[in-house]
């Protein structure tokens, strides 16, 4: 059987290439690729709001809205931006992205989820400025203001996300029904619904000890390097030791 490890590697290779976006995502069985009537694309690493970002956006919307999501690949913003599409890339301090991540994926070594996230990063960072960037502390808290962001930037209508408790939940209620209706309840749901868990923070604080090891310091200071060139301008980030 070939490890966990190279097929996430090759994956995450794959997934930088335009090209190949159909064929991973048909591989992958998840994700919505963009078609000629999309409306917007909506990507970002595993675990960085984006079942709620997109859960959101449309609730703001009051209708059906032609959502590109959850590829997780590069590629599909790539693709995004040479087809005129409005992209939002949405991003989450890699400490924690990577953290949860490696819940939902346990046989994945913290090393090849933090290449993941450099791999996924890396390739738009030349872009920056041609599509929206959606830190993670913003789009959980304030949505409204990344999607009028999309609005300056490519000329758009879509109607902010108003953060009410009434909204948010309707959002988690959302997450919960579509993840119940995968994985069931109990502590499977806990590590993937995209929601607060006091459970998931529990099992993130017993794995940081090994994403702090010596070992992955270079990696952790790239992917650190990453998220404050793409989050910087918007909400505060920590400094890179």
Same mark, same amino acid.
């Given at each position: 059987m070939v490890p966990t490890a190279a097929v996430y590697a090759a994956k995450t290779l794959v997934a930088q290439r335009p090209r190949l976006l159909a064929p991973l995502a048909r591989l992958r069985g998840h994700g919505v690729l963009l078609g000629p009537d999309t409306e917007v694309v909506i990507e970002g690493y595993p675990r960085s709001a984006n079942s709620f970002a997109v859960a959101a956006f449309e609730l703001a919307q009051g209708r059906p809205t032609r959502i590109a999501h959850h590829t997780h690949a590069p590629a599909h913003v790539l693709l995004a931006l040479r087809r005129g599409i409005p992209a939002i890339v949405l991003i989450r301090e890699p400490e924690e992205a990577v953290l949860e991540f490696a819940l939902v994926r346990p046989g994945l070594p913290l090393r090849s989820a933090l290449r993941g996230y450099l791999r996924f990063y890396e390739p738009l960072l030349p872009h920056l400025g041609r599509f929206v960037v959606g830190p993670f502390p913003e789009v959980t808290t304030d949505l409204g203001r990344v999607i009028r962001r999309v609005n300056d930037l490519y000329g +758009?209508?879509?109607?902010? /996300? %108003?953060? +009410?408790? $009434?909204?948010?939940?309707?959002? /988690? %209620?959302?997450?919960? #029904? &579509?993840?119940?209706?995968?994985?069931?309840?109990? %502590?499977? =749901?806990?590590?993937?619904?995209?929601?607060?868990?006091? =459970? #998931?923070?529990?099992?993130?604080? %017993?794995? #940081?000890?090994? &994403? @702090?090891?010596?070992? =992955?310091?270079? =990696? @952790? $200071?790239r992917a650190l390097e990453l998220y404050r060139a793409f989050a910087a301008p918007h909400v505060p980030v920590p400094e890179v030791p």
């Amino acid at each position: 059987m070939v490890p966990t490890a190279a097929v996430y590697a090759a994956k995450t290779l794959v997934a930088q290439r335009p090209r190949l976006l159909a064929p991973l995502a048909r591989l992958r069985g998840h994700g919505v690729l963009l078609g000629p009537d999309t409306e917007v694309v909506i990507e970002g690493y595993p675990r960085s709001a984006n079942s709620f970002a997109v859960a959101a956006f449309e609730l703001a919307q009051g209708r059906p809205t032609r959502i590109a999501h959850h590829t997780h690949a590069p590629a599909h913003v790539l693709l995004a931006l040479r087809r005129g599409i409005p992209a939002i890339v949405l991003i989450r301090e890699p400490e924690e992205a990577v953290l949860e991540f490696a819940l939902v994926r346990p046989g994945l070594p913290l090393r090849s989820a933090l290449r993941g996230y450099l791999r996924f990063y890396e390739p738009l960072l030349p872009h920056l400025g041609r599509f929206v960037v959606g830190p993670f502390p913003e789009v959980t808290t304030d949505l409204g203001r990344v999607i009028r962001r999309v609005n300056d930037l490519y000329g +758009t209508d879509f109607r902010p /996300f %108003e953060h +009410t408790p $009434e909204n948010q939940r309707a959002c /988690f %209620e959302a997450m919960d #029904r &579509y993840w119940r209706s995968r994985v069931g309840i109990g %502590e499977e =749901l806990e590590r993937r619904v995209g929601r607060p868990s006091a =459970l #998931r923070e529990r099992l993130k604080d %017993e794995l #940081r000890p090994a &994403y @702090r090891a010596p070992g =992955l310091r270079a =990696l @952790r $200071e790239r992917a650190l390097e990453l998220y404050r060139a793409f989050a910087a301008p918007h909400v505060p980030v920590p400094e890179v030791p």
